[in-house]
């Protein structure tokens, strides 16, 4: 998580020089800005396929917990998705707050969405226990629930494994300096405003 750990680090030191109203420290980052905007796409893949290797590994666990709750309630099976969906739209809205605050710069937006990360990977972890203990305990789709459960592993360690990857470094690079593009701009507006006045 070397990659990870220095990200973090270099969101964290950029945010302290914006406390300390350090805009010497800021407006440097802004003349990296055009290689910035040209490889924000390129870069961003990680962060992208993160996120969508989170969602499937949450949405595997979903069918059988509202299979579960079903029929415990006796309701219709057939009637299953009218819990999973609304649960996929929800984590989907708490999946992208974070990674949308993300891309704009700010580390907290990062620490967010690896707490969620491990969240999800506890999650997770439950789902590949029963899968296994059903896979091994004699029911009929043995196969089916030891692929689904190596599936929803791999997803979830995929998941944090492509934020420790050079492509996402220079993604939160990219970010930062997008957001000290944003606050020099601001700033000289303001500045603007005020010989204007």
């Known amino acids: 998580m070397k990659q990870l750990r220095a990200s973090m680090a270099r969101m964290k030191r950029f945010e302290m020089q914006l406390r300390q109203g350090n805009a010497p420290g800021i407006d440097p980052m802004t003349h990296a800005l055009s290689p910035a905007i040209r490889h924000q796409l390129l870069f961003s893949w990680p962060l992208v396929v993160s996120m969508f290797c989170a969602l499937i590994s949450f949405t595997h666990p979903l069918i059988f917990i509202w299979r579960g709750i079903f029929r415990l309630a006796e309701w219709p099976e057939y009637a299953v998705m009218a819990g999973v969906i609304p649960s996929i ?10 990674v949308l605050m993300l891309g704009r710069g700010y580390s907290r937006a990062l620490t967010g969405y690896l707490i969620l990360l491990c969240g999800l990977a506890a999650f997770s972890s439950g789902y590949i226990v029963f899968a296994l203990t059903q896979a091994f305990g004699g029911t009929e789709n043995r196969l089916f629930y030891l692929i689904t459960a190596l599936l929803n592993a791999g997803l979830s360690i995929a998941s944090i494994a492509l934020l420790n990857t050079r492509w996402f470094a220079q993604a939160v690079d990219d970010f930062l300096c997008l957001r000290a593009w944003r606050i020099s701009w601001k700033r000289k507006r303001e500045l603007v405003q005020k010989r204007l006045k």
Do not use: H, M, N, V
Request: charged content about 0%; some cysteine.
């Open 89 to 98: 739209l929800l984590f989907c809205l708490l999946l992208y707050a974070p």
